[in-house]
């Protein structure tokens, strides 16, 4: 039973022009949603959160927004830059009582091109 | 500053047998994380440790998984009578306190192989 959904394996974007990463979740009580970056023989890389009280959150030419009623979040990149290949991963937690666990999605290869 | 590290990065082995996996948090977090992503598969949670509490073992899939903290900082994974379907990456991860919130530093993996 995946929890959280990422429903493009793959993405391509030209340079400059805007990435839109989408996830999707089923179960309602994730309440914290971050979004990991990771290049290949690597670990994931934190790239920014969103609690389910916010609907936007930005950083930098980073943006997510999280739709809770459609149970589905996005990143945005803009512009986009062909250091931004990667793999991008979506992933969720429920409450503050049992730590910080995290459900991931199955990822989105972003690779943006000159 | 020094990043979680894991060892070995590969490791090949034969079904049937017993493998560990270690893993050095970085110093100072108290919370630790274990997943593992197999082939086309996200990242899976396998257990957590928060300081000296008891780990959260939920997301061990068999009995032939176990892990451990020692001093609150090194862990291993261990996984005995490995099956072919054991295969994956191991990633381990440490945050400053099991929290929400709480960024999860993660390892570069170990590339499990079961032949």
């Known amino acids: 039973d995946q929890q959280v959904k990422q429903n493009s394996p793959s993405l391509s974007v030209q340079e400059g022009r805007i990435s839109i990463l989408n996830c999707d979740y089923t179960n309602s009580m994730f309440d914290y949603f971050l979004w990991y970056k990771k290049y290949p023989a690597e670990g994931p890389t934190f790239l920014i959160s969103i609690s389910s009280i916010k609907d936007k959150n930005e950083d930098g030419r980073f943006t997510v927004f999280l739709n809770k009623s459609a149970k589905h979040l996005s990143l945005h990149i803009v512009p986009s830059q062909p250091g931004d290949s990667a793999v991008y991963f979506c992933a969720a937690s429920a409450g503050t009582g049992g730590g910080n666990k995290l459900t991931f999605g199955t990822g989105t290869q972003l690779k943006v091109e000159l | 500053g020094a990043g979680v590290s894991q060892s070995p990065s590969n490791k090949v082995t034969e079904k049937g047998k017993d493998v560990e996996l270690r893993c050095d948090p970085i110093s100072g977090h108290t919370a630790l994380y274990w997943y593992r992503q197999s082939l086309g598969q996200g990242l899976e949670f396998l257990i957590y440790?928060?300081?000296?509490?008891?780990?959260?073992k939920s997301g061990l899939p068999s009995d032939r998984f176990s892990a451990e903290r020692t001093g609150g900082s090194v862990s291993t994974l261990t996984i005995q009578r490995t099956q072919q379907e054991d295969s994956a990456v191991y990633l381990c991860?440490?945050?400053?306190?099991?929290?929400?919130?709480?960024?999860?530093?993660f390892g570069p993996g170990t590339r499990l192989t079961v032949l």
């Open positions: 991860a440490s945050s400053r306190a099991g929290t929400l919130y709480n960024e999860q530093f």
């Open positions: 440790f928060q300081g000296n509490s008891a780990p959260d």
